[in-house]
């Protein structure tokens, strides 16, 4: 019998032991990647970015992907998505600015794929992400600019978070609108579709706070710095600028305001045709009613089911409407607004507004849009979660008259006559 020398087996177990854990992990650091990146920022991926925006993403963009979003996670997504399709790095902090990114290998067990909705390494990574970032993680990811053509553009991020902290981003601009700008916005709880907006409750806070409280902001680009990844430094960034947040900036309060200002003074050829300014006025209040909607009918399902002396705060933060009625209202307010700079006879718009009616109420007739925006003009709207449905909208319909009442006692006839006289 051949004898092999003990040096040899050792060798030969040390081997086979290496070749097994080789077989067992067959992707090197590299594959283990997220994603590789072969590309990296700079303007014209930025450009790319907006355009891909603009023409990819719609508020069903994560359906496939099953991935619940609130508002900072959905800015974070979105971003994260477009870099991996593309190769471009991704980083993202916490409350406390520790990252996380692209480079992680912690999934290496999980395959890729071509498209995004089925690969199953970056699906674990989003759900981590979601996880990982707040609105407080933008102070340590992002830059404030200055409001030009070339940064209000698709993708330009707005956010606060202190108050409502709430983080949302550019998704549209269309100059031929009366109001040019469209913001994508999730809010809580989480959910796979996100909404449209047109005006923002998001505002800069004065000098005395410091401005990593609320901005108008890009991402900054990472960058592989002594075998690790980190931020280009701000002040080193395209367009890097703090005008916002100085006190000569008068619209802290109109973000939206100032940012669509940009676009109409630059964009904006020739005066708008008034029927189309009538017909965007009641486009914009209805979408708005109708997320609102969404909401109510929620806590109304919700509610059913709870016992009358039922409280929960996360009730309340979910189903409570108060900083989405301020926003209504502010919408009202620049619906009139528009109404006079564009001479727009108020009985035909009126008669728009009259001639389209959504269901606000299960089970009940649908009730026409003029009848809502008397009720958000006049502030008859609870924002109180737990208030039944004619509370929430100010107006509930009769069975017995088979009419509308208004505020609990006015009758349709009554308030229509005196509101339009009123105006």
Known sequence: MLKIPARIIVWLTLSFLIGSVVAGHPASTAEARVWDVTHQWNEQWECAYSDWITTQVGTDFLEPAGLSVDCADLCYVIRAV????????????NANGSKIGHFMNRYDNLSRATSWTDDKRLLAFLRELVRHVTTKSFPYDTYPVKLTPKTVRPGLVIYENIIASHACFVSRITPTQIIPIQFFEASVPPEIHFKKARILNIYIYSEGVSRDRSGVVRWNWPRRIHQHWEFIRDRNMPFFSTDI??????????LDKALNRIVVQTYREKSLDVEDVVQQLVQYFKEEVQYRCTIVNKAQSRLK???????????????????????????VYRIWAGIE????????????????????????PPCNLLFLFICADRKWLSSDAYAPVGRRWGIDWDNKTNLWIFNGKYSQGRVLEWYIKSK
């Open 82 to 93: 477009f870099s991996r399709n593309n190769r471009l790095p991704f980083l993202a902090s």
């Open 245 to 254: 947040y100085t006190p000569a900036f008068q619209l802290k309060k109109q």
């Open 305 to 331: 089911h709870r016992p009358e002396s039922f409280r929960s705060r996360h009730f309340e933060y979910a189903y409570g409407t108060f900083s989405r009625d301020e926003r209504l209202y502010q919408l």
């Open 341 to 364: 700079q564009h001479d727009i006879p108020r009985q035909q718009f009126f008669a728009a507004l009259n001639s389209v009616s959504i269901p606000i109420v299960p089970e009940k």
